[in-house]
């Protein structure tokens, strides 16, 4: 798989598709401090315009919040990209961000407060304009086997998939009442965010994948809970049936790491709507560059 996204990234710059508007596009880093490292180098050295993160960027689970996460926000995350800015100046990239399942909520804050000081641009579920497209973050997917549920909601129902656990179940950074729990959806959700929204010119950064697609094939081949088999798919439904309606031009996705080397493709479509993921099961960073205006010539770099 390697090897073909280099051919692919040579002929991608031999095309001049780099030649201006650089999107980078990286997710589920994990708290990975060699990931880090490398995505600051190729930034430092290559200098694109747009930087989309989707999501999961902390040391994972509930463990790593009682042992210091907020340390690696603050130590090697906003330090990192500040220390860019100071060196880039006008050439330091538009930065669009987003928190995944495994970033506790409580993160919010210090994200914020870096925004504020203009380090980026914390998009869940929100809508900004950049260069005449319309970019949308939202964070929530369906619920997990995971214990932490602070960016889990049920997808189009209140129903949960066999071996996972309810959003109501799980366990939280923050405090929320009760009855937003039980009936929120991600469905919703997006009727929301989106309302009646003109999605032509429209790239969203999502942390979920859409369901049944090449990007959300789980590793659950032939298991069972209790006798009932294990859907290999575990994307939105709500977040499918979205793009399925709305028809953005392009939507980013991260989350089921594995999937890209099930299905062998990092991409996929759904209608035109392009779908790229960066998630990845290695201890690579997964890069995806593409244009906007030529997003089907996209490549990802595994550095």
């Not at 031999?14 to 596009?25: E, H, I, K, R, T």
């Not at 800015?85 to 993160?107: A, M, Q, T, V």
């Not at 189009?156 to 923050?174: A, F, L, Q």
Request: hydrophobic share 35%; charged share 25%.
């Amino acid at each position: 798989m390697v090897y073909f996204d280099l051919i692919e990234n040579f002929i991608y710059l031999w095309g001049g598709c780099l030649v201006s508007d650089q999107y980078y596009f990286v997710s589920d880093l994990h708290g990975s401090v060699s990931r880090y490292e490398k995505l600051f180098s190729v930034i430092r050295n290559e200098k694109p315009n747009v930087l989309f993160i989707g999501g999961d960027i902390l040391p994972s689970g509930l463990k790593s919040i009682a042992s210091g996460t907020n340390d690696f926000l603050k130590d090697i995350i906003i330090k990192g990209f500040s220390k860019l800015r100071s060196e880039l100046r006008s050439e330091y990239p538009e930065i669009y961000i987003i928190l995944g399942n495994d970033d506790g909520k409580f993160s919010e804050e210090k994200i914020n407060k870096a925004a504020s000081k203009g380090l980026w641009s914390y998009i869940h579920n929100k809508k900004v304009e950049y260069d005449g497209y319309s970019i949308y973050g939202y964070s929530f997917i369906p619920p997990t086997p995971f214990l932490m549920k602070d960016w889990e909601k049920y997808d189009v129902s209140r129903y949960t998939e066999p071996g996972c656990i309810s959003p109501e179940d799980g366990k939280r950074t923050y405090e929320i009442e009760p009855n937003l729990i039980k009936y929120a959806t991600i469905k919703k959700d997006l009727e929301t965010l989106f309302g009646n929204d003109d999605m032509s010119k429209s790239v969203i950064l999502f942390h979920s994948p859409p369901y049944k697609t090449k990007l959300d094939r789980a590793a659950l081949d032939g298991k069972y809970i209790d006798s009932a088999p294990l859907d290999v798919h575990v994307g939105s439904i709500a977040i499918r049936e979205f793009i399925e309606e709305k028809k953005p031009i392009l939507t980013l996705h991260g989350h089921i790491h594995e999937s890209p080397g099930i299905t062998g493709s990092w991409k996929d479509k759904i209608g035109n709507t392009l779908m790229f993921s960066a998630a990845h099961d290695g201890p690579e960073l997964s890069l995806i560059k593409f244009n906007i205006n030529k997003p089907g010539s996209a490549v990802r770099l595994l550095l």
